[in-house]
């Protein structure tokens, strides 16, 4: 195949990498993009319902926020995409301590739940959330969610609220995971613990893909689909990137925007830092299921949380004959098959025993090779640490993605857009010394 030469190859069509190759050939440098699938969006992917032709379905990123969100709110402005807010829920079921309840505790338990709200939103203040969070004294907060609980007696349906307010956020076995996350999060939505449920109520209009397919039209940009990257090779001289058909491109430099997850599958030359090969290693935490069921027979309006088979239902789509769309959160445990009607129906039923789930559609994030995961979840003592070691640069080669991201909306489109603007801002930064050098 012959060699083609650009200024900069970007590895991955999500926000992160799109954002990447747009600020950078907006500094008149020449880019192109590969994207190992056939769609851009990554782990943003709206289409037809299955069987349902008449709705559509978000499977990956959808919620976001123009007033807590830095980068989304500038990208909206920028390409005037339209957004829509959601109707708030009217009726609410939760599980705790083994109980349906309308309330998340029971009255004798409201001191503890909140000691417990305070508590995360006392530790959400000490990080500022428009500076980058690894350059903030924060690492004794990256424990798990026990040694953050510890000593507060909490009741054990106050206990239980938090364990699945950390599943819903998550995807991940809470007693596995950092709480940091979560008290990023907590500060990112004004340090308000409610803000989990009530911080991010917009969505795009046709999905995320609208503000993709603005910037990269608006900006030329050139997407090679099934472009699977498998091996990047730099020397003194710049980069060269293969990919599994056997195409070669060189380039002065490369931004890496894959999910971290299947990082560990491209071979580098020379291989990157011992640590992020450490780090890299194993798959992370998150195993986060997203299911949208097409739902009768619940109460109008309805959103749920707790420790039940799946953590949350929230109300994605009201339908003209009283049905729903309620997009339920798990984990990959909570249905033995992501697609079953039936198995989502009786996870359903725990919330509202007389619910029926009429059709279900979804996509295996875990189970995709271009995934392996759904957001990143750490285990205690990697959150931070895993931040700063994947922001270092690796001579020409830059890693970015939500995965990675510094800010308090890391794991979101927002990180991945930050992370994509940081990663332009650092190939500029390396090809204008190059040429100051040269
Ligand atoms: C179930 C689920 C629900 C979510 N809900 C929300 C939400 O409501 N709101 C929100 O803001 N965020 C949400 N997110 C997170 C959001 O979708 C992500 O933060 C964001 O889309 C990630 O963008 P990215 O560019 O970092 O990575 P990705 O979007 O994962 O992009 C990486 C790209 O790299 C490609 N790739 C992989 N390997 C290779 C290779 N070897 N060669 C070439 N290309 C390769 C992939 O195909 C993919 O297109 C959700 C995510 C999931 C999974």
């Known amino acids: 195949m012959m060699a083609r030469t650009q200024d900069v190859v970007v590895v991955g069509a999500g926000f992160s990498g799109i954002v990447a190759a747009r600020d950078l050939a907006e500094r008149g440098h020449s880019v192109v993009i590969l994207e190992g699938g056939t769609r851009v969006g990554g782990r943003t992917y709206a289409r037809t319902f299955k069987g349902q032709e008449h709705l559509t379905v978000e499977l990956g990123g959808s919620w976001i926020s123009r007033a807590l969100q ?25 599980i705790t301590d083994g109980i349906r309840r309308p309330f998340p505790v029971p009255m004798s338990e409201l001191p503890d739940l909140e000691r417990a709200f305070m508590r995360l939103r006392d530790a959400s203040r ?9 350059q903030q004294p924060l690492n004794d907060l990256d424990i798990s969610v026990e040694a953050f609980i510890h000593g507060m007696d909490l009741g054990p349906a106050t206990t239980d609220l938090f364990y699945a307010l950390i599943a819903w956020y998550s995807g991940a076995d809470p007693r596995a995971v950092s709480v940091f996350g979560a008290i990023a999060q907590t500060a990112g939505f004004g340090h308000s613990p409610v803000g989990f449920y009530t911080g991010l109520s917009e969505r795009f209009v046709g999905g ?30 710049g980069v060269t990137v293969r990919t599994k058909s056997g195409e070669v491109i060189h380039a002065k430099a490369c931004v890496m925007a894959i999910p971290t997850n299947v990082l560990r599958q491209v071979e580098f030359s020379p291989q990157l830092g011992p640590r992020k090969v450490e780090l890299l290693a194993e798959d992370h935490l998150g195993r986060a299921y997203k299911g949208s069921f097409l739902v009768r027979n619940i109460p109008r309006r309805s959103f749920t949380l707790g420790s039940g088979r799946l953590h949350s239902l929230i109300l994605g789509y ?12 798990g984990d990959d445990k909570s249905l033995s098959d992501p697609l ?3 198995e989502a129906e009786v996870a359903v039923r725990e919330y509202f025993p007389d619910a029926e789930v009429l059709a ?32 270092t640069p690796d001579g020409r080669v830059v890693f970015a993605g939500t995965d990675l991201d510094d800010s308090v909306w890391r794991n979101w489109i927002d990180g991945a857009i930050n992370s994509g603007r940081a990663a332009a801002d650092k190939i500029s930064e390396t090809l204008s010394h190059m040429r100051s050098t040269s």
């Open 208 to 237: 995320a893909g609208v503000l993709l397919e603005k910037m990269i039209d608006t900006s030329g940009l050139e997407v090679r689909l099934d472009h699977l990257v498998t091996q990047v090779h730099q020397n003194d001289h």
């Open 126 to 134: 000490r990080i500022a959330p428009s500076q980058p969070l690894s």
């Open 318 to 329: 009201e339908c003209e004959d009283g049905s729903c769309v309620m997009v339920a959160f």
């Open 70 to 94: 830095p980068n989304i709110r500038r990208e909206i402005a920028r390409y005037g995409v339209q957004v829509k807010t959601d109707v708030p829920a009217e009726n609410a079921a939760f």
């Open 360 to 391: 279900v559609d979804a996509h295996d994030w875990c189970a995709d090779p271009l995934f392996r995961g759904g957001y990143r979840v750490d285990p205690p003592g990697q959150a931070l640490e895993f931040v700063r070691v994947m922001n």
């Open 340 to 342: 079953s009607r039936e």
